[in-house]
């Protein structure tokens, strides 16, 4: 039966099998099925590989690989019946000496060809890329791509040196991370390089470099990937591509869902800022997308798609890790405080654990925790600065007061204060101690500092104002007596003045009453002259034992004024 369907078989070869050859198949295919394999009589279109030895080869093979994995390495390379044994163990041998068993019979399995290597050409494989690389990474190298066994050292020394000539020393870098790059011809690298030549110029090596899996594709299909995110965005798809060329290895079915998918929720254009921010976003799957939106939209409302237009990279980061940050600050602050710290800060969403846990432990060390979670409130900002940069804040004042206590009152009344750079602060304490002793200086910061996060022309302005209703010397002395003038808006500041004058309460009441300036308009307007001065008068004397400069919003109206006088 088997002889009848040999025969049969090899009637259809060009060239007619000899006696002998036909016999040695026959033979083979017997033991061959004893042995638990299927061969058929196809093997007559390899006859030349079959020899009376080919059972003992098969069964060297066999011992090495089973019966299955042999069987399939047989029919992928019939060639493996013509090498003898010895010539494959040698082959096995030197494999095995820069490979674990395993990770050989993986590579041998996978692309039976490889035993096809002499063990002269296999070892000058292995040392052209030793010589590239070090031993570890050449190992990585193979493992990675297995073809490398089976192209020829003098087709690979060429494609090392035109990548080495395009590339310089980031071409050793570009082969390590993208091996298989190796298998494009040198006609194709012509091609690819002259396309991105002609699109991106000097970012074209670049773009390759950190991502030479470009080559993966036809040259036909990234041009039409390329050209879709040119019909969206203008010449800015050709500066998002360059700073992400993952960009065009996704299928345009796959980025026409994705535009789809945040044109839904927002303007087109605020999806084309997104994706030119995170352009990474366009290979992460709707449903991963949708399911951040979703918690984003639990937490801060009608508010999440502007923090994700502020901060496109919130969709970058894991559910999970986002809940965590979430979960970190409601542990300070209440869920509306929360969604607005976000809202101010988005960035805070891709800040790690240990970074936001690193900021309150730097404010607690230097207030209440009540008081950490109102300055966090304040500038929502905080988390966009490092902790090093908090840190000198304090140490500046601390240096400059030579009182922490005193630093502390400073930015518990006026988180805003930390916004400002020391170079500001250097330039309106140097102008405000020209204008005061240090020590008063000092005295108007802490009392009253929200002055030193505004502009210095602000507080000069602020000076320059009180001195066209008095002298300089006189001006001076209402600041030190009511320095929250400072952070007062000089439209404010002559309301309240002219206010005054109506009431026969003219500027030169205000060196000697310089309270005055701490009354609303209304309750200037409501308030008898007689009973202002005696209201001052009470002020004075109370603010020796409290200071009166705690009154929210510097004003004092007459309900505020009932309260705190009779606390």
């Known amino acids: 039966m088997l002889e009848t369907l040999v025969e049969r078989e090899a009637r259809t070869l060009a060239k007619p099998l000899t006696k002998n050859k036909k016999a040695n198949i026959v033979s083979f295919l017997k033991d061959a099925k004893q042995r638990g394999y299927a061969f058929t009589a196809d093997l007559v279109h390899h006859a030349t590989f079959v020899s009376p030895n080919s059972i003992d080869r098969l069964v060297a093979l066999e011992e090495r690989n089973g019966v299955e994995a042999t069987e399939k390495m047989?029919?992928?390379?019939?060639?493996?019946?013509?090498?003898?044994?010895?010539r494959t163990a040698a082959v096995y041998q030197v494999l095995?000496?820069?490979?674990?068993?395993?990770e050989t019979d993986r590579m041998v399995q996978a692309l039976p060809s490889i035993l096809g290597n002499s063990v002269a050409r296999l070892q000058s494989h292995l040392e052209f890329f030793d010589n590239k690389h070090d031993p570890d990474t050449t190992k990585r190298i193979f493992l990675s791509y297995y073809s490398l066994f089976t192209t020829s050292p003098a087709t690979i020394q060429q494609k090392y040196a035109y990548l080495e000539k395009r590339h310089g020393k980031k071409a050793k870098d570009l082969i390590e991370k993208t091996p298989s790059i190796i298998g494009s011809s040198i006609a194709r690298?012509?091609?690819?390089?002259?396309?991105?030549?002609?699109?991106?110029?000097?970012?074209?090596?670049?773009?390759?470099?950190?991502?030479?899996?470009?080559f993966r594709y036809s040259l036909a299909e990234l041009r039409k990937r390329t050209d879709f995110l040119v019909a969206r965005h203008g010449k800015a798809a050709i500066k998002l591509i360059a700073q992400s060329p993952r960009a065009i290895s996704h299928p345009i079915r796959s980025l026409k869902k994705v535009y789809e998918h945040f044109d839904e929720r927002h303007d087109p254009q605020q999806t084309n800022h997104i994706l030119e921010q995170a352009p990474n976003l366009l290979g992460v799957s709707q449903e991963r997308t949708s399911s951040i939106e979703d918690f984003l939209e639990e937490r801060l409302g009608e508010h999440a798609n502007k923090v994700i237009e502020d901060f496109p990279n919130a969709l970058i980061y894991s559910l999970e890790r986002t809940k965590q940050v979430f979960a970190l600050l409601d542990q300070r602050h209440e869920p509306d405080k929360v969604a607005y710290v976000v809202r101010k800060c988005p960035t805070v969403i891709g800040s790690s654990q240990q970074r936001i846990k690193d900021y309150y432990r730097l404010f607690d060390s230097?207030?209440?925790?009540?008081?950490?979670?109102r300055i966090v409130e304040v500038v929502a900002t905080v988390f966009r600065a490092s902790v090093e940069y908090f840190r000198t804040k304090y140490q500046y004042f601390d240096e400059r007061f030579q009182d922490k206590k005193a630093t502390n009152q400073l930015i518990a009344k006026a988180p805003s204060v930390l916004r400002a750079s020391t170079s500001h602060l250097d330039e309106i304490l140097q102008y405000m101690d020209s204008?005061?002793?240090?020590?008063?200086?000092?005295?108007?910061?802490?009392?009253?500092?929200?002055?030193?996060?505004?502009?210095?022309?602000?507080?000069?302005?602020?000076?320059?104002?009180?001195?066209?209703?008095?002298?300089?010397?006189?001006?001076?002395?209402?600041?030190?007596?009511?320095p929250f003038i400072l952070a007062t808006s000089l439209q404010?500041?002559?309301?309240?003045?002219?206010?005054?004058?109506?009431?026969?309460?003219?500027?030169?009441?205000?060196?000697?009453?310089?309270?005055?300036?701490?009354?609303?308009?209304?309750?200037?307007?409501?308030?008898?002259?007689?009973?202002?001065?005696?209201?001052?008068?009470?002020?004075?004397?109370?603010?020796?034992?409290?200071p009166i400069l705690d009154i929210e919003d510097h004003r004092l109206d007459k309900v505020l004024y009932e309260q705190w006088a009779h606390e």
Not at 96 to 102: A, H, S, V, Y
Not at 454 to 465: F, L
Not at 513 to 533: N, Q, V
Request: net charge negative; hydrophobic share 35%; charged share 30%.
């Open 96 to 102: 095995d000496e820069r490979f674990t068993k395993e």
């Open 74 to 86: 047989v029919q992928g390379f019939a060639c493996l019946l013509a090498y003898s044994t010895e």
């Open 189 to 214: 690298f012509d091609k690819f390089y002259d396309y991105f030549d002609s699109v991106w110029g000097e970012d074209a090596n670049r773009m390759v470099e950190a991502f030479p899996r470009l």
């Open 435 to 482: 204008r005061h002793d240090k020590d008063k200086t000092d005295d108007i910061c802490i009392s009253s500092p929200r002055f030193l996060a505004y502009a210095t022309q602000r507080v000069i302005d602020a000076y320059e104002n009180i001195e066209t209703y008095m002298t300089p010397q006189e001006a001076t002395q209402v600041v030190e007596a009511a």
């Open 492 to 546: 404010r500041t002559n309301n309240t003045i002219t206010a005054l004058e109506k009431q026969g309460l003219g500027p030169e009441y205000l060196p000697q009453f310089p309270f005055l300036l701490y009354f609303s308009e209304h309750f200037i307007a409501d308030t008898p002259p007689a009973k202002l001065i005696e209201i001052v008068h009470d002020l004075e004397e109370r603010s020796k034992k409290r």
């Open 366 to 373: 230097r207030h209440k925790k009540d008081t950490t979670s």
